[in-house]
Nanobody
Framework: QVQLVESGGGSVQAGGSLRLSCVAT????????VGWFRQAPGKEREGVAT????????HYSGSVRGRFTIFQDYAKNTVYLEMNSLLPDDTAMYYC???????????????????????WGQGTQVSVSS
């Protein structure tokens, strides 16, 4: 059974940094899509960043490009999200996702509505205060 377990969330002030981690078990890491999504209270879930594990083919949503970095440790079946220059608008539950074809689309809307990931983690909360 595939499991995605996130960690690293917390509370920070605006301008601060956090690193999220997601460890995948029983998941075929080779040649697959992994990514990060988030959902703020009262809002729809949105894509943040995606990565294709065999090519480091990476996409970011416009709201985080230049501030967030997605990267992997292939040997540990782990994907990370380094978040810098955090803003109050980044406050949300952050979810790790994996499996499917979502990372091959460049439009973040397609990561959920056109190529929904097969597996989701339980989420880790990120809160940014002004």
């Amino acid at each position: 059974q595939v499991q995605l377990v996130e960690s690293g969330g917390g509370s920070v002030q605006a301008g601060g940094s956090l690193r999220l981690s997601c460890v995948a078990t029983s998941f075929p890491w080779h040649n697959n899509c992994v990514g990060w999504f988030r959902q703020a209270p009262g809002k729809e879930r949105e894509g943040v960043a995606t990565l294709w594990t065999d090519g480091n083919y990476i996409h970011y949503s416009g709201s985080v490009r230049g501030r967030f970095t997605i990267f992997q440790d292939y040997a540990k079946n782990t994907v990370y999200l380094e978040m810098n220059s955090l803003l109050p608008d980044d406050t949300a539950m952050y979810y790790c996702a994996a499996g499917g074809q979502f990372c091959h689309y460049t439009n973040p809307d397609d990561w959920i509505h056109r190529a929904t990931p097969a597996y989701w983690g339980q989420g880790t909360q990120v809160s940014v205060s002004s």
